[in-house]
């Protein structure tokens, strides 16, 4: 190799145009090339080996030749001999090829960055983002495209204001106003429903000149593909729920007075109140302000906090062993039939065997499990007729208080049924009455101690979600037993 580049080394010298060596091989592997008005050998078909000792070789006996890798007008990397004039020349060769790779390793990136470059315009532009419960969407969009999330919500909330300093919730908007609230019917706020009530001209697909279609006209350019049925079975896809989303904030705006327009929306007072505030959670009401970080509770309709009382483990009835006719609401039913309608603040299937009853109070709860085993033991007749007969037929409905669920999964055993998984650890029983030492807290939620059973953490947070989900006549579950 030192042979064949000093031959081609003299040969330049000579009459400034190098001749190549006559056998097919050297043709196929050397070629003179001018590379940034400087004449060059252009290497191919060597290994990586090979490519370094070149490299070496070059170095070491050629003080007028460079070894250097180099991209094309194609963006191909070719590796090359060149000759330099001087060591200012070398000097200026080696930093134009150091500009020219770290150029082409940035069109690399941006090549590759894909939708990273829709997020920086935007943040760039400070453009308003609209989304709809999009407290998730913001934490997705972070984390795939700004920087890992942050261990704390309130760090996240900061970090995410500074590239997108206004954000605007659609779903705080449908509840900031009561002639929206009316609008909505008090019917669910998903965006489908808010896009059908608020836009029924473009939901339906039909022309209609009913009073409540929409304040702000939304034209709507679609594909021939998709001209006939563009609305039809979309949603939940990227880009109609964004459509969907664009016309709720549209409708919105009207109905709260603010001018829709681009630059009068961004400016607008009005909306400004709204502003960077996030449903941290939905069902609960809890809104933070991106801004601050503070996080406040507002008025939500169907707000579960409205609808159920705090969770108190004294106030729980574990049924299990009934027959498997019964549904959670004829539970219900039998029991407000003796305590009364508003005895039961909810309940919930564990399985299809097992439920929880979440009394109003304590005291309820332990007159429940007296009279069940009262009605049990009773040889009269006439606790046939007794309200309470339909949830003990066939005899082996058990019930007892939140402690013994708690014991009944710490068990080793594990079953798919409940009614099984009590079986199986020999309880014998059917009625289990609360002690009174168990009715002493009535408001808070007791913490287990360490260790006191296998699942009692992860138990207690799972009942704790399950107490506060929307859908109480009949909520399943899986068996927590299993967990």
Not at 102 to 126: P, T, W
Request: proline residues 4%.
């Amino acid at each position: 190799m030192k042979n064949r580049l000093s031959d081609w080394h003299d040969m330049l010298l000579l009459n400034r145009s190098a001749a190549l060596p006559s056998d097919v091989k050297s043709k196929q592997q050397f070629e003179t090339i001018f590379f940034s008005m400087h004449p060059a050998l252009r290497l191919n078909g060597f290994t990586v080996h090979q490519l370094k000792l070149i490299e070496l070789v070059t170095r070491k006996h050629f003080k007028d030749l460079v070894f250097v890798r180099a991209y094309d007008e194609s963006s191909f990397l070719q590796k090359l001999v060149v000759y330099v004039e001087s060591d200012n020349d070398k000097i200026n060769l080696m930093e134009m090829i150091k500009n020219e790779s770290y150029q082409q390793a940035r069109r690399k990136i941006k090549a590759a960055a894909g939708v990273r470059h829709v997020i920086d315009l935007l943040s760039a532009e400070n453009k308003l983002i609209v989304g709809h419960n999009c407290f998730l969407d913001m934490a997705h969009m972070y984390h795939k495209f700004i920087g890992p999330l942050p261990s704390t919500i309130e760090e996240f909330v900061l970090n995410i204001s500074k590239p997108f300093p206004q954000i605007v919730d659609t779903k705080i908007l449908l509840n900031a106003d009561l002639s929206l609230q009316r609008r909505m019917k008090k019917a669910s706020t998903s965006l489908a429903s808010a896009f059908s009530l608020l836009c029924p001209e473009i939901a339906s697909g039909k022309s209609s000149d009913v009073a409540g279609q929409p304040s702000v006209k939304v034209e709507v350019q679609v594909d021939d593909m998709r001209s006939s049925n563009w609305n039809s079975g979309a949603k939940h896809e990227a880009g109609y729920d964004a459509f969907m989303t664009g016309c709720v904030f549209a409708q919105a705006c009207s109905h709260l007075g603010i001018d829709f327009s681009y630059e009068k929306v961004v400016n607008s007072e009005n909306l400004q109140k709204y502003a960077n505030l996030l449903y941290v959670s939905w069902n609960m009401g809890d809104v933070i302000n991106v801004s601050s970080g503070d996080v406040k509770e507002i008025p939500v309709m169907n707000s579960v906090k409205r609808r159920f009382l705090n969770i108190s483990h004294p106030n729980i009835v574990l049924i299990w062993g009934f027959p498997s006719k019964l549904k959670a609401s004829e539970i219900r039913k039998c029991i407000s039939n003796v305590f009364g309608i508003y005895s039961i603040a909810g309940i919930y299937e564990l399985d299809e065997t097992a439920v929880f009853v979440q009394f109003t109070n304590a005291d309820l709860a332990a007159k429940f499990l007296a009279l069940k085993e009262k009605v049990e033991t009773s040889d009269d007749s006439i606790s046939v007729l007794h309200p309470l007969s339909k949830l003990l037929e066939g005899g082996k409905t058990c019930a007892a208080g939140y402690e013994i669920y708690k014991d009944i999964c710490s068990s080793p055993i594990s079953k798919v049924l409940f009614a099984d998984q009590a079986e199986a650890i020999g309880i014998k029983w059917k009625t289990k009455l609360i002690e009174p030492e168990e009715l002493t807290d009535k408001t808070a939620i007791p913490s287990p101690s360490p260790g006191s059973c296998r699942a009692t953490k992860s138990n207690q947070s799972v009942f704790d979600k399950i107490l506060y989900t929307p859908d109480y006549e009949s909520n399943k579950v899986t068996n927590l037993c299993n967990s």
